[in-house]
């Protein structure tokens, strides 16, 4: 089940994922709108082509597709995701992830690597950030076990995989381990891409909220290692 360590996929056997994409390709096709597809696509940096679908609209559509379905096991998560994640339209991709999100607690720890070729497959903001704040934090924080997976994702190639290790803990609060949050932070200050700066600050605004004054005092120390937008980010909301 799931993906091999070489990245293939492997699509689980599941009479729900089939049920859920032949009701899911109709209900969303039948809802296209051609024009607002391509300002969709444009806005998205042509990541992926675009059914057109606002949030709002497909998630009433989802919500159809859903009724009086049953609730899945590990397997039928795995097959769903995987196959939205071979259809082309973006909004597919957004319904799996709106899916793994609401039936997390049904996800053990082998759902890990399903999670990093979800994240390093098709791979833009709009994707990752919900994966790694909703699934993968999920899975880490049901299992601390897989904080030494994070401590990998954090120096890989792959910058949405580090982007993923930087963002886990968003929804964490007081539960969050500042010790490898500052610790990633430092990590990947160097980092050269956009995306990973902005991570940073995001983090470190997320956690602000519940302590503002550590992150003023390691942003304080720390300081020279960032990117003037990291700490812009994570100074935000709470001044230097």
């Known amino acids: ?63 159809t597709v859903l009724l009086n379905t049953a609730r899945p096991d590990e397997a039928d998560c795995v097959a769903v995701a995987l196959r939205c994640w071979t259809l082309p339209e973006r909004e597919y991709q957004y319904f799996a992830v709106d899916y793994l999100h609401r039936h997390v607690q049904r996800l053990s720890s082998d759902f890990l690597p399903v999670a990093r070729h979800l994240v390093s497959t098709v791979s833009w903001w709009d994707t990752v950030d919900a994966l790694a704040s909703h699934v993968v934090g999920g899975l880490v924080a049901a299992d601390p076990g897989l904080k030494t997976d994070m401590d990998a994702w954090i120096e890989d190639d792959d910058l949405w995989v580090a982007r993923t290790a930087l963002l886990h803990q968003l929804r964490y609060k007081d539960a969050t381990d500042t010790e490898r949050l500052f610790g990633y932070c430092v990590r990947q200050a160097g980092h050269p891409d956009f995306f990973i700066r902005k991570a940073i600050g995001w983090c470190l605004r997320e956690y602000a909220k519940t302590d503002p004054q550590a992150v003023r005092d390691f942003v304080a120390r720390e300081r020279g290692r960032f990117a003037p937008l990291s700490v812009r980010e994570a100074l935000k909301n709470i001044g230097p």
């Open 1 to 63: 089940m799931g993906v091999t360590a070489s990245g293939t996929s492997e699509v689980p056997n599941s009479v729900l994922a089939d049920t859920l994409l032949e009701r899911l390709t109709v209900t969303y096709a039948a809802a296209a709108d051609p024009q607002r597809a391509q300002s969709m696509r444009a806005y998205m940096k042509d990541i992926a082509p675009f059914l057109g679908l606002t949030t709002p609209e497909r998630r009433v559509l989802s919500r």
